[in-house]
């Protein structure tokens, strides 16, 4: 409505125009301003909360271009990971090269990864995107194999398993910025992932990001209205393996060493784990999903040697429950916070929580100490978590995980339906408000 | 040479026949129901898993028909309650929950039987000479493997093509409604597909367990290599499966044989890669080097001249 407004009555002076403008862009420009206070935020001001951020960045932006291919065009790679270590490999060589003497600012090697990437992604692009798919996915598993494969048999190119390593501090010095500090680095990285998501973002709204939406919802019909189905894969391919090789780049100056695992399946899993998890199809969700994994990933592992379970779970319930993942979520509830019930149903969530957390405790305790025990045999039956010491020879953590599963989810189960009916009362208000506003 | 090729050809007919076990029920599956199931592999670690913990019970034999049924039973419950809710949401839901499941079993694996590979030997009851040629005695179990294997294909063959039963699994994934409508009970049928595709693969796994290393990884290792067999194989085809295993088996094993490398070949002809340029280490890897590499190229080259595999009817 305020776009349609501000269109019908062309603003009179010259100031009320330019900030009409800048209100177009405020979402980017309160990335920008977050993006610049994040690594200063008490918690966050430190060399490992830098290098979290730099980290959320590159995954964001590999997110990003996996969101294209499969939440904008259909596309399932098992194989994404591919044109990230391609382009990581790609920069990396420069990276040296620049170290050998090459005058480049280290500030450009990222769009070298980017250039990578476009490379390989036009060659298996050209292969793999005649067919949609399941059968597309298949050649992307395939690929990723081969080149994972390869990259271990070319020791000489990617240095294998241990992999190469470069100097970012080499090079021309722009603005005395050597890249010696994370925070450096984080500057660096929070800019490319700006520059990635409004490129990738405007993308999306231009006729080829329209076409790939088409091709995704009905191929028959674009092709019927004159545009081959797969030439639109083919370009959003290409476009996805470069910001995929851009996300690689990064990832080479943040860690100054890349291996062949950097193509691995590990890596494609985790992309995909990610923009499902954070919502298919939602720009917003890939950010969100790349955010949290990489969170889970660096703190979770800090606390339980469990997480990869734990994060398997998490997805396998948003596969189940929340097909539209995080954002989907986030996105049911938008048109219900403006009801009255929505109050309702907010108790009720906040009732069927506890019994929620209250099972999800039990089962967590039942996973650790399994855990503990199989992957630690030596280490004996005596264990400490959450601060309390335990010993697992005794029957009672196993009757307190037990009881705390059971009584949790028989409550959770009654919660559930007090949420379910106080839901079906905040949608009836917001459909009786959408039909007679 | 005589003997080098009788042993690769021996070992590499071997490990085709395990890659048929573990194939033939993803391709039944896949066909039948239309589900890619990305964690067919781990019906394969289970099988090994449970056929080790069992057999310390029970012994070898019974472990052999017991281990299978129970994770064939785990397959039924896999599509009862997780699969059939998830088909809702088209292909791409089915194909992440199974790869979600494929996460999830190897995490359970380590959680019950730890990091490290387990001690699965052959057992004794099965342990001695078949026969013995060249000098090298022939272990029963590989035999036993093979027989397992052509019983298997038997199996598949003639109940799909000769039975009642075949027929009805048929015509229910082309023709749900219409098949529903004659009085049989769809859910059932495709929970009795995954279930027996799930106990082929486990049966594989309690025979297959000895000849591989039997640890969390196996399933990750295995997974893309079975894949390669049914896509080239053809979709649905058990023959094509057979044909595929038989293939990819072969030229493994006598790949891994072959010390020659592109600038051996290149020298033929008197022309020799220098060792700067930038083609030597390309050149310089040899066939035995590249051997992992060989089925998912053919994968690719399949995938993209004949979609639908040697004996497959249909693209997928």
Redesign the interface.
Known sequence: MNGAGSRAAPSLDVRTGALAGLARYRVWIAAVVLLALLPHVPGLANDFGRSLLSQMGIAAVFALSYNLL?GQT?L?SFGHAVYFGLGAYAAIHLMRAINGGLPIPMAFVPLAGAAGGLLVGIVFGA??T??A???F???S???G??VF??MR?????SGGEEGITANRGGGPHWLGVNFASQLDVYYLIAFWTLVSAALLYYFIGTPVGRLCNAVRDNPERAEFVGYSAQRVRFTAFAVAATFAGLAGGLHAVNYEIVAAEAVG?ARS?SV?LMV?IGGVSNFVGAILGAITITWLQVSLSDYTA?W??YL??F??AI??YA?GGLAGLIMMHVPLARTAAFASLLRAYAVAVVPLLVALFGAALL?EI??RL??Q?QAGTRMTLLHVDIDAATPWPWLVAALALIVGIFAARRACRTVAAAWRDASAEAAAARAYP | MLELVTFSLLNGVVYGLLLFMLSSGLTLIWSMMGV?NFAHASMFMLGAYFSYQLGRYIGFWPALVIAPLVVGAIGAAIERY?LR??HR?G???E???T???A??IA??V??????NPIENRVPATIDFSLFSLFGTSYPFYKGLMMAISLGMFAFLYLAFKRTRVGLVIQAALSHPQMVSALGHDVPKVFVLVFAIGCALAAMAGVIGGFALLTEPNMA?ALG?IV??VV?VGGLGSIPGALIASMLIGIIQTFAVALDYSLLDFLRQFGVTVLRGSPFY??CS?KIA??A??LP??L??LM??LR?RGLMGTR??
């Not at chain 1, 048999?153 to 190119?157: A, E, H, R, S």
């Not at chain 2, 380590?110 to 990091?115: N, P, T, V």
């Open positions: 499969l259909g399932l292969v793999s005649r067919r798919g399941v059968v996915a298949l050649i598993l395939g690929i194999e081969l494969a390869a048999m070319l020791q000489g190119f399946a899993g995909l499902y469990a990869q379970l398997g779970l997805f396998m596969v189940l097909p996973l399994n855990y199989s992957t045999p | 890619l997780g809710y998830v949401q292909h791409v839901g194909i992440l929950f790869f979600g499941l996460y999830l995490e359970l380590i959680m019950i039987w730890g990091r990750a893309p894949f390669v896509v280490e390309i890897i080097q590249a992992p590499l998912y190229l994968l690719v995938l993209i979609p693209e997928s």
